[in-house]
């Protein structure tokens, strides 16, 4: 990605989990969801480290919220991803 200075990569990966759809698994999506990776740039990496082993809770949403409003702009800006999120 290099339209967004704060991503590095992002992918689809709902065909993966697709064909776990019918097993009964932490996995499993339902056909209406989307399973996506985002990966940040080193800078945006840096600015916001956290212990992998412990992240807080805080810090978790923090990146999550300023990784998907990064992708919001690379699809047109048009879309509230943070609404789109399941946990």
Do not use: M
Not at 42 to 66: G, W, Y
């Amino acid at each position: 990605v290099k339209q967004v200075e704060d991503l590095r990569f992002v992918s689809c990966n709902t065909r993966k989990y697709r064909h776990l759809e019918d097993v009964t698994s932490d996995v499993a999506v339902a056909p209406d969801v989307e399973v996506w990776t985002i990966l940040s740039s080193p800078s945006f990496a840096k600015r916001h480290k956290a212990p992998q082993e412990n992240i807080p809770k805080a810090k978790e949403r923090e990146v999550t919220d300023l990784l998907l409003a990064s992708l919001s702009t690379l699809v047109g800006g048009e879309t509230n991803l943070q609404d789109a999120v399941l946990e």
